[in-house]
């Protein structure tokens, strides 16, 4: 248990469900951050919290919505996806100090599968 | 090409052996990371350097920040290394980090 705790970790949804993904994390961390891992692809930043505001959505199509009403928990709501949207999704937190050099922790992971 | 190159992709090897991941990044950088991820998906913070060399146990993470190039060296590697290693960057002042493509050790018995 790294200290960022994901549900579920594995969801199955046809291409019409709608489900969300949660993160939580009680490090006192003020950055929580989304990633999507496909298959032979290096990690890609989805979208940035910072003290609960979104400070960086990085091009995600909108069938992804995020979400974080405080600083411990992160959703990411899903629907109307695609098969190819089918990947690892990684929440991570970290302390945001302003100056790039903070440590990070991230979660175990979501695996998705559309179908 | 990207930001962040990682050498080799793939790397087997003997127990006991001497290992080297290399990193070469291409952009001003606050600090750099490396992180192991286990097949289950989870990742796993090994260091954050911005200057110099850090050791934890059998682990050494090396860099150079005029070259823009890291090294991770494992000693005495066992089998439970086995793992894919990843290399990251953040920028100056930046909230997100840059991945290499990772390296995926294997170390057989």
């Known amino acids: 248990e790294t200290g960022v705790t994901q549900t579920p970790r594995h969801l199955v949804m046809g291409m019409t469900n709608k489900k969300s993904l949660k993160c939580e994390q009680h490090?006192?961390?003020?950055?929580m951050y989304w990633y999507k891992q496909s298959a032979k692809k290096p990690l890609e930043l989805m979208f940035v919290?910072?003290?609960?505001?979104?400070?960086e959505n990085n091009s995600v199509p909108s069938r992804f919505s995020p979400e974080c009403p405080n600083s411990s928990h992160l959703f990411l709501h899903l629907h109307t996806l695609q098969p190819e949207d089918s990947a690892l999704y990684l929440c991570?937190?970290?302390?945001?100090?302003?100056?790039?050099?903070?440590?990070?922790?991230f979660g175990s992971g979501t695996r998705l599968t559309v179908v | 090409k990207n930001e962040v190159e990682q050498s080799p992709q793939n790397l087997t090897a003997q127990e006991g052996e001497f290992i080297t991941i290399n990193c070469s990044y291409s952009?001003?950088?606050?600090?750099l990371h490396w992180l192991q991820q286990h097949p289950g998906g989870g990742i796993v913070s090994l260091f954050m350097?911005?200057?110099g060399k850090k050791k934890h146990g059998r682990l050494i993470a090396t860099i150079n920040i005029q070259e823009k190039h890291s090294s991770l060296h494992i000693t005495a590697s066992h089998p439970r290394d086995s793992a894919v290693y990843i290399c990251?960057?953040?920028?100056?002042?930046?909230?997100?980090?840059?991945f290499g493509q990772g390296t995926r050790l294997t170390i057989n018995p």
């Open positions: 490090l006192g961390h003020n950055a």
């Open positions: 952009v001003g950088i606050s600090a």
């Open positions: 350097l911005s200057s």
């Open positions: 919290y910072s003290l609960e505001e979104r400070v």
């Open positions: 991570a937190s970290s302390q945001d100090t302003g100056t790039g050099k903070s440590g990070y922790t």
């Open positions: 990251a960057v953040s920028g100056q002042g930046a909230q997100k980090l840059v």
